[in-house]
C-alpha cells in the first residue's frame, strides 16, 4: 500500500517565520503535489513537480516554494509566513498525471498567529 | 472561465436509500474524472476513476456515470449505511499531463 507521510500533523508558526513542510512518499511515484485546503474553497493546488528538481506552478503558488531534492520526498517552503497561510496543507503522489489516482498524506493544519 | 460544481454543500439522506451526489463542470474537455472520499482530519481516499469515453463504471455499492453531452458525473452509493457519511470530491483532468482539478465537495450524512 502506498504510503504518504507528512512530516506534522500540526503546526503553529509565527508571522514572518520560515515554515517547512515535508511529505515523503514510498512508492517511487513520479509525481507528487501540494495543496491546501480551506473551508468553502476545496482544495487548490500550490506546486507540483514530475520528477527530481523538476517544480510547476499550480494555481496558488504566491507566497510559497517547494523543493524536490530526491524523489521521495517534496518540501513546501513558506518564505515568510502570514496569517492568510493558516489552512490544511495536503501532499499526495502520483504514478503518472491523468489517469491514476493521487494518494494523499493525512494533512498539516498550520495556524500562522 | 472554468468551473467544477458539486451540486450541493450537504446532503442528508436515511439508511437503506441510495445518494446521488452530482459533478458538473464548465468549459473542460475532462479526459478522466475520479471521486474521492474525504473523512474529517484526513486526506482524501480514491474511489473511482472513469474515462471519457466510458458511461458507467461500478465498484461494489459504488456507481459513477459520465456525461460529456450534459457534462455531467454522477456518483450514487446504493444502500447507504451510517459509515457512507463524509465528504465526496469530485476531479477531473483536461489532459494527460495536466493535474487534477478537483470540485469543492458535498458533505453527505447517512441517517440511522
Known amino acids: 500500500d502506498v504510503k504518504v507521510t507528512q512530516s506534522s500533523r500540526y503546526l503553529v508558526k509565527r508571522t514572518g517565520e520560515k515554515v517547512f513542510l515535508e511529505c515523503v512518499q514510498d512508492m517511487d511515484h513520479e509525481n507528487m503535489f501540494w495543496y491546501r485546503q480551506d473551508p468553502g474553497l476545496g482544495l487548490r493546488l500550490i506546486y507540483f513537480?514530475?520528477?527530481?528538481?523538476?517544480?510547476e506552478k499550480g494555481d496558488i503558488p504566491e507566497g510559497y516554494s517547494v523543493s524536490r531534492e530526491k524523489k521521495e520526498r517534496f518540501s513546501l517552503i513558506l518564505e515568510s509566513a502570514s496569517t492568510n497561510q493558516t489552512s490544511m496543507y495536503l501532499c499526495?503522489?502520483?504514478?503518472?498525471?491523468?489517469?491514476?489516482?493521487?494518494?494523499f498524506g493525512n494533512g498539516t493544519r498550520l495556524t500562522v498567529t | 472561465s472554468q468551473k467544477i460544481e458539486q451540486n450541493s454543500e450537504a446532503l442528508n439522506i436515511q439508511e437503506g436509500k441510495t445518494a446521488t451526489l452530482t459533478c458538473n463542470y464548465t468549459?473542460?474537455?475532462?479526459?478522466?474524472l475520479q471521486w474521492y472520499r474525504q473523512d474529517p482530519g484526513r486526506g482524501p481516499v480514491f474511489l473511482l476513476l472513469?474515462?471519457?469515453?466510458?458511461k458507467e463504471k461500478r465498484k461494489e455499492r459504488l456507481k459513477v456515470t459520465f456525461d460529456t453531452t450534459l457534462k455531467q458525473s454522477l456518483f450514487h452509493i446504493t444502500a447507504s449505511q451510517p459509515a457512507d457519511s463524509a465528504t465526496y470530491l469530485c476531479a477531473l483532468v483536461s489532459s494527460g499531463n495536466t493535474p487534477l482539478v478537483f470540485g469543492k465537495g458535498t458533505r453527505l450524512s447517512v441517517i440511522a
Open positions: 472513469i474515462r471519457e469515453n466510458e
Open positions: 513537480s514530475y520528477d527530481v528538481k523538476m517544480k
Open positions: 468549459n473542460y474537455s475532462p479526459a478522466y
Open positions: 499526495a503522489s502520483s504514478p503518472a498525471m491523468g489517469n491514476s489516482p493521487l494518494h
